[in-house]
């Protein structure tokens, strides 16, 4: 038998690898050499950036700035702060806290501005993203005169902190800061803080371009306010109700992200637009009035896993969208295209497509799609893993759903495009569509039949329930991540001689055993990347192109 290295890489392989590693090193480490926006940082353009002489150049000028801050790198702790000395080698970034014995969190918990370690006094410009996650003994919190950023997250689950000062020096506040601090009633800004407000004792973060930064369960927006950035509101927990003030004009992305006690936010007149995951995770809202001036709503479905929302209305006098036929959903009126839903959402004569993610994570059990809709995005039933009858009107002449399939099939039956968890695929079907079953398999034993030529991207993704999966003779293409992350996936037959594309099987954890046949010849990059109880294959002598990293993050150690 031939060793298989389960981490094995090219040289290639492995140099890019490290590349991409030395940049996101110096990434942290550097942030003047790379992009800055609002304290978050973006690697793409480096990333992505083709391997040219340029590229080149670059990576050894970060080779060379890495070798150089290696000695100027230190970490240490002092009074439960641990801190990390910065670029500059002059200044320190606060990582995290510990709370020592001594501390007494009946007082407030001063965040220092300046340091003195091994005799040498440092000042603290900067709070990392989570420093103090999960700090729940903590009631009241100074960050003190002297600190210039805040980064995302930092005071998440906070649990106990009940008040909260930001210091004029603070330049850059990140996003999420108070997510999950149930108990917060008071975040104070100081008055001469130049870019930065708590103005109207709001008890939130206001910057002097009069948008609402960041947000706690007792923020009342004052109405000099316009816009509500990302993630302001961002697991406000005990929040329950909401008016949002006429004068704002813009709600971000994610801005009420898992306030699961919302029941109720009234949209103000003046809004004109509304980001994108709005309202994910809502849990307890029941209703929504779009009003008449929004002009804009982010991709996907604004409500996603609002489990009880009922009632969506669009404003009457709106020229942009409508919620026509009382169907609880927003219809794009430029191509009547269904964007946005919860669970009671019908889909009516009038609605001609299914727009991308329209349905993500809304409890639906049954779909009928009418004669009028000729497009079905993809996407549109991501996250929708109950689903049990799908039936397509006679009349439609895009697609089909034969009598007892419970699937939505191209109308020449050729191509099953959306199955359930009660699906048949009935004979005469050729080809899987991409994402046809994405978390939605339930039976533990998968046999694809005879006939079927291909089977698409993501195919049967996070389908947890399949145990076993056979893949016939007929097959020749299997696309990428088609069965990635399926959790309980553990014995594949695979009965045609074809390649595995990449990532067909990664992720799944449970997988143990595979059989390839005669004939196959090869095996895509990172085909089974990270499938832990993957330890022994039998590759047959065909198998002329294995990539190396095939077997990435597995225990596989040899070829039977």
């Known amino acids: 038998s031939t060793p298989i290295k389960s981490s094995a890489a090219s040289d290639v392989y492995k140099r890019q690898e490290l590349d991409i590693n030395i940049?996101?090193?110096?990434?942290?480490?550097?942030?003047?050499?790379?992009?800055?926006?609002?304290?978050?940082?973006?690697?793409?353009?480096?990333?992505?950036?083709?391997?040219?002489?340029?590229?080149?150049?670059?990576?050894?000028?970060?080779?060379l700035t890495a070798a150089i801050q290696v000695f100027a790198d230190k970490t240490f702790s002092e009074n439960g702060?641990?801190?990390?000395?910065?670029?500059?080698?002059?200044?320190?970034?606060?990582?995290?806290?510990?709370?020592?014995?001594?501390?007494?969190?009946?007082?407030?918990?001063?965040?220092?501005?300046?340091?003195?370690?091994?005799?040498?006094?440092?000042p603290v410009?900067?709070?990392?993203?989570?420093?103090?996650?999960?700090?729940t003994a903590v009631q009241s919190i100074i960050v003190e005169e002297g600190i210039?950023?805040?980064?995302?997250?930092?005071?998440?689950?906070?649990?106990?902190?009940?008040?909260?000062?930001?210091?004029?020096?603070?330049?850059g506040i990140g996003k999420g800061l108070f997510g999950s601090c149930y108990n917060l009633t008071s975040v104070v800004v100081a008055a001469d803080n130049e870019i930065y407000d708590s103005r109207e004792g709001s008890n939130a973060i206001i910057d002097y371009n009069d948008e609402l930064v960041v947000a706690c369960s007792a923020t009342t927006i004052p109405?000099?306010?316009?816009?509500?950035?990302?993630?302001?509101?961002?697991?406000?927990?005990?929040?329950?109700?909401?008016?949002?003030?006429?004068?704002?004009?813009?709600?971000?992305?994610?801005?009420?992200?898992?306030?699961?006690?919302?029941?109720?936010?009234?949209?103000?007149?003046?809004?004109?637009?509304?980001?994108?995951?709005?309202?994910?995770?809502?849990?307890?809202?029941?209703?929504?009035?779009?009003?008449?001036?929004?002009?804009?709503i982010g991709n996907g479905n604004i409500f996603t896993y609002c489990n009880n929302l009922t009632s969506i209305i669009v404003d009457n006098d709106n020229q942009n969208f409508d919620s026509r036929s009382n169907c609880n959903g927003i219809i794009r009126k430029s191509d009547s295209e269904l964007i946005a839903t919860c669970r009671t959402t019908t889909i009516g004569n009038d609605i001609n497509?299914?727009?991308?993610?329209?349905?993500?994570?809304?409890t639906i059990h049954f779909i009928h799609i009418p004669e009028s809709v000729v497009e079905?995005?993809?996407?549109?039933?991501?996250?929708?893993?109950?689903?049990?009858?799908?039936?397509?009107?006679?009349?439609?002449?895009?697609?089909?759903?034969?009598?007892?399939?419970?699937?939505?099939?191209?109308?020449?039956?050729?191509?099953?495009?959306?199955?359930?968890?009660?699906?048949?695929?009935?004979?005469?079907?050729?080809?899987?569509?991409?994402?046809?079953?994405?978390?939605?398999?339930?039976?533990?034993?998968?046999?694809?039949?005879?006939?079927?030529?291909?089977?698409g991207m993501d195919a049967f993704a996070r389908c947890n329930a399949i145990f076993e999966a056979?893949?016939?003779?007929?097959?020749?293409?299997?696309?990428?991540?088609?069965?990635?992350?399926?959790?309980?996936?553990?014995?594949v037959q695979l009965l045609a001689p074809i390649t595995i594309s990449d990532y067909t099987f990664a992720y799944c954890y449970s997988l143990s055993t595979v059989s390839l046949p005669e004939g196959l010849e090869g095996i895509g990059c990172r085909a089974f990347y990270d499938c832990k109880s993957l330890k022994h294959i039998t590759i047959p002598s065909s198998a002329i192109k294995i990539e190396k990293n095939a077997f990435e993050n597995c225990p596989v150690s040899e070829k039977e």
């Open 470 to 491: 056979i893949l016939p003779k007929s097959l020749q293409e299997i696309g990428g991540f088609a069965f990635q992350n399926c959790a309980n996936l553990s014995v």
């Open 353 to 362: 497509a299914l727009g991308d993610y329209c349905f993500d994570g809304t």
């Open 23 to 63: 940049l996101i090193w110096i990434v942290n480490k550097c942030p003047s050499s790379y992009e800055r926006n609002n304290g978050k940082q973006s690697l793409i353009p480096l990333i992505k950036m083709k391997n040219t002489g340029v590229r080149k150049v670059l990576f050894a000028f970060l080779w």
């Open 376 to 455: 079905i995005s993809e996407y549109a039933f991501g996250g929708c893993n109950e689903i049990d009858k799908i039936t397509v009107a006679p009349g439609n002449q895009k697609y089909t759903s034969p009598k007892g399939s419970n699937a939505i099939l191209s109308k020449d039956g050729k191509t099953l495009l959306l199955g359930c968890r009660t699906t048949v695929i009935p004979e005469g079907v050729e080809a899987i569509g991409d994402r046809a079953f994405f978390g939605r398999y339930s039976k533990t034993v998968l046999r694809i039949p005879e006939n079927v030529k291909s089977i």
């Open 125 to 135: 410009k900067r709070i990392e993203s989570n420093a103090f996650k999960g700090v």
């Open 223 to 296: 109405s000099s306010v316009k816009s509500i950035g990302d993630f302001a509101f961002y697991r406000c927990n005990t929040m329950e109700h909401l008016v949002i003030p006429e004068g704002v004009e813009c709600i971000g992305n994610d801005v009420f992200f898992a306030c699961s006690s919302l029941k109720s936010v009234r949209l103000p007149e003046s809004l004109t637009e509304i980001g994108a995951n709005v309202f994910c995770g809502c849990n307890s809202l029941t209703s929504i009035v779009i009003p008449k001036n929004v002009t804009k």
């Open 81 to 122: 702060f641990t801190y990390t000395i910065m670029e500059d080698s002059c200044s320190l970034s606060l990582v995290s806290y510990q709370a020592t014995a001594k501390t007494d969190f009946t007082l407030p918990l001063h965040i220092p501005a300046s340091v003195t370690h091994e005799g040498k006094t440092y």
């Open 148 to 171: 210039e950023t805040i980064l995302d997250y930092a005071f998440e689950c906070c649990t106990n902190l009940r008040s909260i000062s930001i210091p004029a020096s603070a330049e």
